[in-house]
């Protein structure tokens, strides 16, 4: 599920077939006297080190008791209905996600509450959201992909973990505002915070200094 570069470039491509060719073409007779006569050299290795396996962290775990969705939804009747939600407070109060044309079904399914769901009807688990998230910022999914978007925060083996979109983003109220390390199943990783970062405060100014 993870991005993985693809270990052999070009580079090591054009090198693997001129070192394939050479010595083929090279006439037995020019050897050296004495010494073995080398087999074509058919692959050549990459000078530089592999590059670091990439893992997918995990997605910021569900609140208590939240998950599975279907333990209350399965028996509920189904309402597609845009309004005011009775229940999960907590997402609706902080819905900002182009909440103009945009609404809970968008994502979620309403028939199998435990997934969520791409434009097409398609069921999406929650472990790939990035799917979600790509079919409208395909710029940035893309950008992600190759490793490019999502790489400003560093934080501890940055390099090689991978974050999900919603290890940065809270999907109902996505704009970036700073993330916060956490722990789920046992290994750290970060979840969106929901109020910005404090900023750094501006150095004092000496007549602030005394307190
Ligand atoms: C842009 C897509 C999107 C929209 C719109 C959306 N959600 Fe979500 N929602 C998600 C994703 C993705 C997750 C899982 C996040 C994760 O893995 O941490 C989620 C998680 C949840 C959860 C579990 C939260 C928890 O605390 O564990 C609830 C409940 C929920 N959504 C309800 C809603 C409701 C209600 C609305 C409408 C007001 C809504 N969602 C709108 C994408 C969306
Ligand atoms: C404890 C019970 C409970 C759980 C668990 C629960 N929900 Fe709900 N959910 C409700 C209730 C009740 C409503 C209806 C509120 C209303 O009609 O005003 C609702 C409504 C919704 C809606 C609005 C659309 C609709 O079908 O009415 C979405 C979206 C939603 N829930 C998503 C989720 C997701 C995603 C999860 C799991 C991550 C989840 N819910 C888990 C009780 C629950
Ligand atoms: C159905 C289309 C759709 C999906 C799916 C979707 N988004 Fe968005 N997203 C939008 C729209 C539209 C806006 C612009 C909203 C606005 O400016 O109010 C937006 C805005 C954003 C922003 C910028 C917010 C800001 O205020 O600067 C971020 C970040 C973002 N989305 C992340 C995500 C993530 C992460 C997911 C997957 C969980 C996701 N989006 C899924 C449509 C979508
Ligand atoms: C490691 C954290 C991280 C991950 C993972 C991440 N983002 Fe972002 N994202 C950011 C930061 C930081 C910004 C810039 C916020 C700013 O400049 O205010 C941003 C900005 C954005 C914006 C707003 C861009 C704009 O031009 O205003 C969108 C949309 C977005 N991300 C979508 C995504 C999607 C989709 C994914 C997953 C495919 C994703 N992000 C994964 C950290 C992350």
């Given at each position: 599920?993870g ?8 580079l090591?491509v ?6 394939a ?40 775990p ?20 845009r309004r ?11 819905f ?116």
């Amino acid at each position: 599920m993870g991005y993985v570069r693809p270990r052999i470039g070009p580079l090591a491509v054009t090198v693997a077939v001129a070192l394939a060719i050479v010595p083929a073409g090279a006439p037995a007779a020019e050897a050296a006297p004495g010494s073995t006569p080398k087999a074509p050299a058919v692959k050549a290795t990459r000078p530089e080190a592999k590059p670091p396996l990439l893992v997918q962290a995990e997605a910021p775990p569900f609140s208590e008791g939240i998950y599975p969705c279907s333990a209350c939804h399965a028996g509920m009747p189904k309402n597609g209905t845009r309004r005011e939600l009775v229940f999960h407070d907590e997402q609706q109060s902080i819905f900002d996600h182009g909440a103009d044309q945009r609404w809970c079904l968008d994502c979620h399914d309403l028939q199998n509450r435990d997934v969520l769901r791409l434009a097409n009807g398609a069921p999406v688990p929650f472990t790939e959201s990035y799917r979600l998230c790509g079919q409208c910022h395909g710029d940035k999914y893309r950008d992600w992909r190759v490793g490019v978007h999502g790489k400003r925060v560093g934080h501890w083996n940055g390099e090689k973990t991978y974050f999900l979109c919603v290890n940065c983003h809270n999907p109902h109220s996505p704009r970036f505002k700073g993330v916060q390390e956490i722990v789920s199943g046992g290994k750290k990783t970060v979840a969106p915070t929901l109020t910005y970062l404090k900023p750094e405060p501006r150095p004092k100014r000496p007549e602030e200094q005394r307190r």
